[in-house]
């Protein structure tokens, strides 16, 4: 069974300060990782995946295999950059089913 | 804004009553996933649809079922209802071919008393 943990439900950073999301996964083969947001009003929306190696909106996130982890990053947050974020996983292969953290609400104060 | 729409946006029920959820996918999606988002939680997945067929199932009893119609519009359907339902559900849509990218619609809240 695949399992995501996201420890912070919050996190607080002020404007121009660097923010790291923690996303930590539990899974035996080979994840597909992905960050999923939600702003304010706004439905559910995809931030990037770990395949793509892309950077969105200055956020990064590198896929650590040895940790388990998939931390998503960003040097300098902006204001518009609060909202709330998901870490998912879905199993590698065909499997169609993406199993979410429980989020972590971020915000970014002036 | 994508164009996955749910209806209706919220529904107050009393348990043991049946209720049945509304989705329409975007435009040349062809699969359709539902996720229950409890208070505080991450969105859980229910089920997936394909071709109108049921293409892969979450921890769900059967009392939770859906339907997949030809125009990719979609239904979830539970019956017995139990307070534990209450819960915003979400419907996603995919390419086939790009699962990954699911476009969510905005939810239906639905409220068990």
């Keep these: ?110 | 804004e994508t164009g996955v729409t749910q209806s209706p946006t919220h529904l107050i029920k009393t348990r043991g009553q049946q209720v049945t959820l509304r989705c329409s996918s975007q435009s040349g999606h062809n699969t359709v996933s539902w996720y229950q988002q409890a208070l505080g939680q991450g969105p859980q997945f229910i089920f997936q649809y394909y071709r109108e067929e049921e293409n892969g199932r979450g921890n769900f009893p059967p009392r939770f079922s859906g339907l997949q119609f030809p125009n990719y519009s979609s239904e979830l359907n539970v019956n017995a209802l139990e307070l534990d339902d209450s819960a915003l559900y979400l419907c996603a849509s995919s390419l086939v071919t790009d699962q990954e990218t699911q476009y969510f619609g905005p939810g239906t809240r639905l409220l068990v008393l």
């Design chain 1, 1 to 110: 069974a695949q399992r995501v943990t996201q420890p912070e439900k919050l996190l607080s950073v002020f404007k121009g300060a660097p923010v790291e999301l923690k996303c930590n996964y539990s899974y035996s083969g080979s994840p597909e990782l992905f960050w999923y947001v939600q702003y304010s009003r706004q439905r559910l929306q995809l931030l990037l995946r770990h395949i793509s190696r892309e950077s969105i909106k200055g956020f990064t996130a590198d896929l650590n295999k040895g940790e388990t982890s998939f931390h998503l990053k960003k040097p300098f947050a902006q204001e518009e950059d609060s909202a709330m974020y998901y870490c998912a996983l879905r199993a590698g292969g065909s499997n169609y089913k993406l199993t979410f953290g429980k989020g972590t609400l971020l915000t970014v104060n002036p």
